[in-house]
């Protein structure tokens, strides 16, 4: 899908590899509505896309409310005219290695925020996207979805859920023209992972992606008309990496 002339729907946009989403889309000539709880970071990433000669709007938005979602789709398609393009990003890391001694409201949250609120995302933004005719949805997942990790179950829950999500959507692009991809970053230079070290340090041998780095693979997986359920994994200092053999179950409907 040609980016020019578009119109993207960013939620988490306020902060980390949602900023560098829009602004990477933004400078690809797409019109951004930048989604977020925090409204003073999303009106700083707004000032940024404009700085560089861009278009975007803010909107405030708790990803986890499913009226909140839908007005936030509302509100992109009437301020820009219609929506082709959603990047379902927003997300919280909160420790639960230790899952008993986990705080469960923020444990709850976490799910709600990296799991529930990209269903309510892609729920709302499929009619949209069907009345200009189709479209492509681009979820964060993380390489914690994609492998064993007891450092956070919980976290490597959501995001396995967001990648069985993804792929289980691929039909859609046939009935609908609705690509729907994820990806997969290791860790990224952000709040999020910034918070998690709480000033410790990485493991020997990691290094951090840069959330531009990540912004190029989003933007690769809009453009990418062969991107249907795709999965892209992306690591430190590498291209991004396609997934692909994964097994299908089944075609019947339950
Ligand atoms: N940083 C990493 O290492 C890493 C790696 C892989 C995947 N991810 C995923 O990338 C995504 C973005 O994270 P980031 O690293 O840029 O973190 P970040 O903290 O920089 O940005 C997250 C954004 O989400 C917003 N947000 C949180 N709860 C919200 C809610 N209820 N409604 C609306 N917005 C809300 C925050 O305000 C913030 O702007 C998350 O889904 C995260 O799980 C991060």
Known sequence: MEIEGRVVLVTGAASGIGRASALALASAGARVAVADIDA???GETVRQIEAAGGTATALAVD????AQVQSMVTAAEEHFGGLDIVHNNAGILVPTHDLAEADLDRTLAMVHINFTAVLLGT???IPALQRRGGG????????AGLVVYPGN???AATKAGVVGFTRSLAHLNEE???RVSCICPERVDTPLISGALAGGTLPPGVSLIRPEEVAVGVVQLVRDDQAVGAVMKISPG???EMLEDFPTWGVERS
């Open 136 to 143: 492509a949805i681009v979820q964060t997942a993380s390489v």
């Open 123 to 125: 729920r709302a933004a």
């Open 176 to 178: 609908m023209n609705i």
């Open 153 to 155: 179950p919980v976290y």
């Open 40 to 42: 003073d970071g999303a």
């Open 63 to 66: 990803v986890t409310d499913a």
């Open 238 to 240: 590498q291209p991004p």
